[in-house]
């Protein structure tokens, strides 16, 4: 089975800090993506990325950046993390363009 | 602009009875499309998915989707619900090139009444 493994379910930073959000995948995937979810607002893509060290701005890319270094690893950074960055995060992963995407369980940030 | 409308925000059906969640795309071509399911506090996982063919496509836990061109719409159906079908419901579209991106609905969420 395919497993998209997020580092953290939950999370509590303070406003202001560099928070780091790790993905990894093991199935060899090209594409990766970063949305986040918000009641009643569905999941807004951030960011996603279809190679190594390709990536291309989502719907709501303000404030965040990503790094793909390794196929397998697709992180979400939030340079000065900010209170309405609270949120659920989801990272997914995909092979091709029809076989759908896997996400991982989330991670539930919360800024202080 | 590229969109996925699903209408209705919370539906509740009795354990048994039948249930069809509504989606509606608009995008330049037939897209990939996509429903995901959401338990509570998990990630999402795919149920059904439409590319080309037969517009009647099954899926896993019993479900099914319909697409119909004419009327741009994707939408989920079940049968017989199981109270274990409470969750959240997600219709997506991604288009053909390679550098696309899964556009999400805002999502259904779905009660079982006893």
């Known amino acids: 089975d395919v497993k998209v493994t997020q580092s953290s379910r939950y999370l509590v930073k303070r406003t202001g800090e560099k928070v780091f959000l790790e993905c990894v995948q093991d199935m060899d995937h090209e594409n990766m993506f970063w949305y986040r979810q918000d009641p009643g607002l569905g999941l807004r893509l951030i960011y996603f990325s279809y190679d190594v060290k390709m990536k291309e701005k989502g719907d709501i890319p303000e404030g965040y950046s990503v790094s793909r270094e390794k196929k397998e690893r697709f992180s979400l950074i939030l340079e000065s993390a900010s209170t309405n960055q609270t949120s659920m995060y989801l990272c997914a992963s995909s092979l091709q363009r029809d076989a759908g995407a896997f996400f991982g369980q989330g991670t539930r940030l919360t800024v202080v | 602009a590229q969109s996925v409308t699903q209408p209705d925000i919370h539906i509740t059906v009795s354990e048994g009875a039948s249930l069809e969640l509504r989606c509606n795309y608009s995008y330049g071509a037939t897209p990939y499309l996509f429903w995901y399911v959401q338990s509570p506090g998990q990630g999402l996982q795919l149920l059904l998915k439409?590319?080309?063919?037969?517009?009647l496509v099954q899926g896993i836990k019993g479900f099914e989707a319909e697409f119909k061109r004419s009327q741009s719409s994707f939408n989920l159906r079940k049968p017989s619900v199981h109270w274990s079908d409470a969750a959240e419901y997600f219709c997506?579209?991604?288009?053909?090139?390679?550098?696309?991106?899964?556009?999400f609905g805002s999502g259904t969420r779905l009660s079982i009444r006893p």
């Open positions: 997506a579209v991604e288009g053909y090139s390679s550098a696309s991106k899964i556009i």
């Open positions: 439409y590319f080309s063919g037969d517009t």
